[in-house]
C-alpha cells in the first residue's frame, strides 16, 4: 500500500529566478485585458508608474494635516464610481484610516441630494459642485477632484471656483493631459487604458494621501510632545538655579 503523501511532499520546488513577480509579469505579457486574470495584469501594469508618483500623495497628505489641523475644510466631488471613492476619502478623514485620532472637517459634495438635485434643477448640472465649494470653500481649504476622464463639465466649474475661493485644486485622473490636470493645481495622474483600472488605482492613491496626512499628525504631536517636555525641564532647571541664589544669599 503506498504512503499518502504530505502536501510539503508533493509541493516541486520552483526552479530559480521563476517568483511570483516573474510569473506575474509572464502572464500580463500573454493574459488579455479582457479576461478575469488579464484585468489582474493591467492593474500591475498600471500599478509601476503609478508608484513613482508616491510623493505626490506624500505631500498631499502632509499639506491636508496642515491645512484640517489649523481648522480648514476638504471638500471631495466626483461623478458615479469616481463620487464614492470621493465619499470614501472624506469618511476617513471624518472617521479614521487606521488608528483612532480627532475627527477632521471633510464634506463629499454630491452627498447633500437635496443640494444636488435643487442646484442641478436650478442651476444645471455644471454648477452641481461649483455652486457647494463657493458655499463651503475658503481661502487656505483643500478641495479634492476625481475623474477617471479628466473631462467633466461639473468638475472643471468646481476647479475654477475653488481657485477664485483661494483654496488648493488637486485632482485625481486617468491619463494625462487633460483638462481637469490642467485647470487643476496639481494633478495625480493613472497611466491605464481601462476606467476600472483608474478607479481602482485611485482608491489606492486615497489610502496613500491618508496615510501620509496620518504620518504627519503624528510627527506634529510628537514635536509637540517634545517641546513640552524641553519647557518643563528647562522651567525646572531654572528653579534649582534660583533655589541656589536664595540660598547663596541667605
Known amino acids: 500500500m ?54 505626490t500623495a506624500q505631500r ?44 477632521f472637517s471633510a464634506i463629499a459634495l454630491h452627498a447633500d441630494t437635496s443640494s444636488t438635485t435643487a442646484i442641478a434643477n436650478d442651476y444645471g448640472v455644471d454648477e452641481l459642485f461649483a455652486r457647494q465649494v463657493r458655499a463651503h470653500g475658503r481661502e487656505g481649504d483643500v478641495l479634492m477632484l476625481l475623474s477617471t476622464s479628466g473631462a467633466s463639465a461639473n468638475l472643471l466649474s468646481a476647479a ?9 485644486v488637486w485632482a485625481l485622473t486617468g491619463p494625462a493631459p487633460n483638462p ?37 499628525l503624528e510627527a506634529a504631536a510628537a514635536g509637540g ?3 513640552a517636555a524641553g519647557g518643563r525641564a528647562g522651567g525646572a532647571a531654572g528653579s534649582r538655579r534660583r533655589a541656589a541664589r536664595r540660598g547663596d544669599a541667605g
Open 160 to 168: 475654477e471656483a475653488g481657485r477664485e475661493a483661494g483654496m488648493a
Open 180 to 216: 481637469l490636470a490642467a485647470g487643476s493645481d496639481e494633478a495625480l495622474c493613472v497611466r491605464a487604458a481601462s476606467t476600472a483600472t483608474v478607479q481602482e488605482l485611485h482608491l489606492v492613491a486615497v489610502h496613500m494621501v491618508c496615510a501620509a496626512f496620518d504620518a504627519a
Open 60 to 103: 498631499w497628505g502632509e499639506r491636508l494635516a496642515r491645512a484640517l489641523s489649523g481648522g480648514g475644510r476638504l471638500l471631495a466631488a466626483g461623478n458615479g464610481g469616481s463620487a464614492a471613492q470621493a465619499q470614501h476619502l472624506t469618511a476617513e478623514l471624518v472617521g479614521r484610516y487606521r488608528d483612532d485620532r480627532p475627527p
Open 2 to 55: 503506498t504512503t499518502p503523501k504530505t502536501a510539503s511532499q508533493t509541493t516541486s520546488k520552483a526552479p530559480a529566478g521563476s517568483g511570483a513577480g516573474s510569473a506575474l509579469r509572464g502572464a500580463a505579457a500573454l493574459l488579455p485585458p479582457g479576461t478575469v486574470a488579464g484585468h489582474c495584469d493591467e492593474l500591475l501594469r498600471a500599478l509601476a508608474p503609478f508608484r513613482d508618483q508616491a510623493d
Open 225 to 227: 510632545r517634545r517641546a
